[in-house]
């Protein structure tokens, strides 16, 4: 198993810009979520899924949106990015109660 | 609002020391509380989970332990190896999955 997969690695974009974050798990786990790491912060959680086709809000939804389609696959979009949204951004997958994590999405917004 | 704090921020030793990294937690009504490791550049991997029910996990060198009434759980390394060195973050589930992270200490073992 690949685990959880996040693409790109590294991005960079203007303010304004919009992109997607892909995140995809091959483990047939039902809960998947986004979370940001800013230095000094810990991880935030943005938005989180229980299963395909229902989604919800985390403690710092604002700027983004997700979609469930899949049950493999929960990506983040960001309609107009702010350098606010400069951080680290790491999907994570469960079914009980331990959480697998992706290596990450570096944001870079200028 | 749950809110998670980890002491000390950062903390350097010496090879073979044992160490107690710290957390605390001020909503005692948690599913669990979780401790993970994040490797720089990398995402967090999963170390000791505890129940609310529990008191304290063990997976080879590492115990955890849970004071809920307290708001305090402690993670033990014994013996530290340069290998070891990592930032350890501690999770508190309050609704199910919903995790809610410590700043994080970073450790250093020094050979």
């Known amino acids: 198993n690949a685990g959880v997969t996040q693409t790109p690695k590294f991005q960079v974009l203007k303010t304004g810009q919009s992109m997607t974050l892909q995140c995809a798990q091959d483990m047939n786990h039902e809960y998947m979520s986004w979370y940001r790491q800013d230095p000094g912060m810990g991880l935030r959680l943005i938005h989180y899924s229980v299963g395909a086709g229902i989604t919800d809000q985390g403690e710092v939804p604002n700027g983004y949106n997700v979609s469930r389609s899949t049950t493999e696959d929960f990506p983040l979009r960001l309609l107009s990015a702010a350098p606010s949204q400069t951080s680290v951004y790491f999907c994570a997958s469960s079914m009980g109660e331990t959480q697998y994590f992706g290596p990450g999405t570096r944001l870079l917004v200028l | ?111």
Request: aromatic share 6%; proline share 5%.
């Open chain 2, 1 to 111: 609002k749950q809110e998670v704090t980890q002491i000390p921020a950062a903390l350097s030793v010496p090879e073979g020391e044992n160490l107690v990294l710290n957390c605390s937690f001020t909503d005692s009504a948690i599913y669990n509380l979780q401790w993970f490791r994040q490797d720089p550049g990398k995402g967090l991997t999963s170390l000791l989970l505890i129940q609310s029910s529990q008191r304290e996990q063990t997976s080879g060198r590492l115990n955890a332990s849970l004071d809920k009434s307290s708001g305090r759980s402690t993670l033990y390394i014994a013996a530290s190896q340069p290998g070891d060195s990592a930032t350890y973050l501690c999770a508190v589930d309050n609704a199910g999955n919903m995790l809610t992270f410590g700043g994080g200490t970073r450790l250093m073992v020094k050979p």
